[in-house]
């Protein structure tokens, strides 16, 4: 699967939102909130300049979004990483870890968060992609679990 990635600008705004609702309406439904879904355009503009985003396109079609910002020292927050989908289990989020790997050289440690429910993210982001879970907390009203990677020098 040849897969693009490129990073987002502003008037990629909609194309954002759009991605993130298809892929988080299943969480918006089941946690009744989900920080990612129904954003508005100034929302999802503003993110964009404080967050870089990249996006994944499929044969031009836009159908992933990964968002990583550094926190400290090289150390480096992916806040979201999604995939319309119908386009899931093709590869195209470990491309896009893999992405963050290589676009950020001189990372040192990589973060993220998922619902302790989510199995499948679970088990994507232990077995495919090298993170172990460091810990249990609260996401607002959701139990989470925090992931991490450390490089291997």
């Known amino acids: 699967?040849?897969?693009?990635?490129?990073?987002?600008?502003?008037?990629?705004?909609?194309?954002?939102?759009?991605i993130y609702n298809a892929a988080f309406y299943e969480d918006y439904v089941r946690y009744g909130e989900c920080p990612a879904y129904?954003?508005?355009?100034?929302?999802?503009?503003?993110?964009?300049?404080?967050v870089p985003k990249h996006i994944a396109l499929y044969n031009s079609l836009p159908v992933g979004v990964i968002s990583v910002?550094?926190?400290s020292e090289k150390v480096y927050y992916?806040?979201?990483?999604?995939?319309?989908?119908?386009?899931?289990?093709?590869?195209i989020g470990h491309q896009l870890i893999n992405f963050a790997k290589e676009h950020y050289k001189d990372w040192q440690?990589?973060?993220l968060i998922t619902p302790i429910d989510k199995e499948k993210n679970i088990k994507f982001y232990?077995?495919?992609c090298g993170f172990t879970i460091d810990r249990q907390e609260m996401d607002s009203s959701v139990k989470v679990y925090h992931f991490s990677m450390l490089r291997k020098n």
């Not at 699967?1 to 939102?17: P, W, Y």
């Not at 992916?78 to 590869?91: A, M, N, S």
């Open 38 to 50: 129904g954003r508005s355009t100034d929302d999802m503009k503003k993110s964009i300049i404080e």
């Open 69 to 71: 910002k550094e926190t």
């Open 78 to 91: 992916i806040g979201c990483l999604c995939v319309i989908p119908e386009f899931q289990r093709k590869g």
């Open 109 to 111: 440690k990589i973060e």
């Open 1 to 18: 699967m040849e897969i693009q990635i490129r990073k987002a600008v502003s008037e990629d705004a909609e194309t954002l939102i759009n």
């Open 126 to 128: 232990t077995q495919k």
